[in-house]
Nanobody, 114 residues
């Protein structure tokens, strides 16, 4: 059973930074294109960034230039460096295979507020 565990969220002031981590169990990780997603109450999850197994990346317009996705295949871990955070970035952040074919983890809450 594949498990995804997100961590690194918290409360941060506008303009601040956070680094999220996604730890994946199993040997599938290095073969998959992975993504970070976020969800706010009453809204659908939106994809914010993806990274291929070769390291190519793509970002939602709303986070481009502020967020950086990366991965360490040897550690089965993916990261999301979030800089210049804004109140509208407040959400629960999740990781998954880019096509969301894996079971969702519990997510990690990011709150941007003064």
């Amino acid at each position: 059973q594949v498990q995804l565990v997100e961590s690194g969220g918290g409360l941060v002031q506008p303009g601040g930074s956070l680094r999220l981590s996604c730890a994946a169990s199993g040997n599938f990780f290095r073969a998959y294109t992975m993504g970070w997603f976020r969800q706010t109450p009453g809204n659908q999850r939106e994809r914010v960034a993806v990274i291929t197994n070769g390291g190519s990346t793509n970002y939602a317009d709303s986070v481009k230039g502020r967020f950086t996705i990366s991965r360490d295949n040897a550690k089965n871990t993916m990261y999301l460096q979030m800089n210049s955070l804004r109140p509208e970035d407040t959400a629960v952040y999740y990781c998954n295979e880019a096509g969301t074919r894996l079971d969702w983890g519990q997510g990690t809450q990011v709150t941007v507020s003064s």
